[in-house]
């Protein structure tokens, strides 16, 4: 229904009227975020799609810290801190850590690749709209700048008795992070919606 | 005093997947024809899931903070960590800032989640129609500082992995890692299956 708009934190009706300067609208009542400014372009969304998958893959590829001690050392990818706590038999906590640190931004920057990139010449991808849910499912489970603080904490438990290396993995993970979030700003609800009706043939 | 012209009154729908306005239909199942994703009026049975959800939280906030989250074996001693002992090693070594960091995201947070979670139950429950600015930030703000609680569970999980020295210094992850993990996630679901609409629809001053 054109024309009005239903704040989804309180219910309250809005007639749509001209954007207020700079786009951004709150809801009258609660004080919601009720529209974005939407600038960005679907090259630029795709172009951080692209880097972040870069970034994913070097980050489980590299290690992210390394430990010397004793003359022995060990070091960790991604995906090992997912690995270490499995092998110590903790497999839901490892799945936790595993859906919030690898498959939820792979899943986040894939589903948008797989409905972006047909978007962009005209196409809309086979399955586009389930592909989106999934997306609107996942994206709150991104953790990755959760997991950068928490890895530092990591890091100051261990200097006090290792001597800690940070590894290629530890950047690309910082990198990645700063690449998801610009990616969900560009690409939010109401963004990706736009483009997907703007595209109708 | 007027009422407000909500979605509710005018027979409109909003999509939560998509955000898109929807007429009502009143069909059982309904879709949205844009995203057709399931349309509800209100999140389906919002309140008494969330509670179900906040309840177990509660109850698993104390095996969290009792029991060890962290087993650090080394050849000297055997040192059992519980959260707040973990935060208490931090400040010995004198990292202050990283020590504030950990006791706010591990300690304060989850227990203010618990409790503002309830307080807005309990509202939503009894309807109401107070101060209802007020808690729809409250809500907000729950939504928004709830993921920084898994701070601890990662720093855990890269320790348990990378001090793996043999016989010279390990680290067993503990029971309390995964009742704490299970807090976090459980009122992770109930802030996503709380329908903030629901402290909005009693009209105010009846």
Same mark, same amino acid.
């Given at each position: 229904m054109p024309g009005v708009i239903v704040c989804p934190a309180c219910d309250l009706a809005h007639r749509l009227t001209a954007a207020p300067a700079g786009g951004r609208r709150q809801c009258a009542r609660c004080r919601a975020p009720l529209q974005r400014p939407e600038n960005a372009s679907i090259d630029t969304a795709i172009a951080l799609a692209v880097c972040a998958l870069v970034l994913l893959m070097l980050s489980n590829a590299y290690p992210l810290v390394a430990m010397h001690v004793n003359g022995s050392s060990r070091d960790t990818t #991604?995906?090992?801190? +997912?690995?270490?706590?499995?092998?110590?038999?903790?497999? *839901?906590l490892a799945a936790l850590v595993f859906l919030t640190t690898v498959v939820a931004p792979l899943l986040q920057i894939m589903t948008l690749l797989y409905v972006l990139v047909p978007l962009r010449r005209g196409r809309r991808a086979p399955g586009q709209n389930p592909v989106l849910r999934v997306l609107a499912r996942?994206?709150?489970?991104?953790?990755?700048?959760?997991?950068?603080?928490?890895?530092?904490?990591?890091?100051?438990? #261990?200097?006090?008795? +290792?001597h800690i290396a940070a590894g290629?993995?530890?950047? *690309?993970c910082a990198l990645l992070m700063l690449c998801l979030s610009a990616l969900s700003s560009v690409t939010s609800t109401d963004q990706l919606w736009r483009w997907v009706e703007g595209s109708r043939p | 005093m007027t009422q407000p012209a909500t979605g509710r009154s005018l027979g409109l729908l909003v999509c939560l997947d998509c955000r898109a306005t929807v007429r009502d239909v009143q069909a059982v199942h309904s879709r949205c024809p844009r995203c057709h994703a399931r349309l509800h009026r209100r999140k389906p049975h919002s309140l008494v899931i969330t509670t179900i959800l906040v309840v177990c939280a509660a109850a698993l906030?104390?095996?969290?903070n009792v029991l060890p989250v962290m087993d650090t074996r080394t050849i000297f001693d055997d040192e059992r960590d519980t959260i707040m002992s973990g935060v208490l090693v931090l400040l010995d070594s004198g990292s202050w800032p990283i020590a504030l960091l950990v006791f706010?995201?591990?300690?304060?947070?989850?227990?203010?989640?618990?409790?503002?979670?309830?307080v807005l139950l309990y509202t939503a429950w009894r309807r109401s129609p107070r101060r209802r600015l007020q808690r729809s930030r409250l809500f907000r703000m729950v939504e928004f500082i709830g993921r920084w609680s898994m701070?601890?569970?990662?720093?855990?999980s890269l320790l348990a992995t990378l001090v793996q020295v043999q016989s010279f210094a390990n680290v067993i992850v503990g029971w309390g890692a995964w009742a704490f993990a299970a807090v976090v996630v459980l009122t992770l679901l109930a802030a996503r299956t709380f329908d903030e609409r629901l402290l909005w629809d009693t009209p105010p001053h009846e």
């Amino acid at each position: 229904m054109p024309g009005v708009i239903v704040c989804p934190a309180c219910d309250l009706a809005h007639r749509l009227t001209a954007a207020p300067a700079g786009g951004r609208r709150q809801c009258a009542r609660c004080r919601a975020p009720l529209q974005r400014p939407e600038n960005a372009s679907i090259d630029t969304a795709i172009a951080l799609a692209v880097c972040a998958l870069v970034l994913l893959m070097l980050s489980n590829a590299y290690p992210l810290v390394a430990m010397h001690v004793n003359g022995s050392s060990r070091d960790t990818t #991604l995906i090992g801190a +997912a690995i270490g706590l499995y092998v110590q038999g903790f497999e *839901s906590l490892a799945a936790l850590v595993f859906l919030t640190t690898v498959v939820a931004p792979l899943l986040q920057i894939m589903t948008l690749l797989y409905v972006l990139v047909p978007l962009r010449r005209g196409r809309r991808a086979p399955g586009q709209n389930p592909v989106l849910r999934v997306l609107a499912r996942v994206r709150p489970w991104n953790f990755m700048e959760v997991f950068m603080l928490g890895a530092l904490v990591a890091l100051v438990r #261990l200097s006090n008795f +290792a001597h800690i290396a940070a590894g290629v993995s530890l950047w *690309s993970c910082a990198l990645l992070m700063l690449c998801l979030s610009a990616l969900s700003s560009v690409t939010s609800t109401d963004q990706l919606w736009r483009w997907v009706e703007g595209s109708r043939p | 005093m007027t009422q407000p012209a909500t979605g509710r009154s005018l027979g409109l729908l909003v999509c939560l997947d998509c955000r898109a306005t929807v007429r009502d239909v009143q069909a059982v199942h309904s879709r949205c024809p844009r995203c057709h994703a399931r349309l509800h009026r209100r999140k389906p049975h919002s309140l008494v899931i969330t509670t179900i959800l906040v309840v177990c939280a509660a109850a698993l906030y104390v095996p969290a903070n009792v029991l060890p989250v962290m087993d650090t074996r080394t050849i000297f001693d055997d040192e059992r960590d519980t959260i707040m002992s973990g935060v208490l090693v931090l400040l010995d070594s004198g990292s202050w800032p990283i020590a504030l960091l950990v006791f706010i995201a591990s300690i304060v947070v989850p227990l203010l989640k618990i409790l503002a979670l309830g307080v807005l139950l309990y509202t939503a429950w009894r309807r109401s129609p107070r101060r209802r600015l007020q808690r729809s930030r409250l809500f907000r703000m729950v939504e928004f500082i709830g993921r920084w609680s898994m701070l601890d569970i990662y720093a855990i999980s890269l320790l348990a992995t990378l001090v793996q020295v043999q016989s010279f210094a390990n680290v067993i992850v503990g029971w309390g890692a995964w009742a704490f993990a299970a807090v976090v996630v459980l009122t992770l679901l109930a802030a996503r299956t709380f329908d903030e609409r629901l402290l909005w629809d009693t009209p105010p001053h009846e």
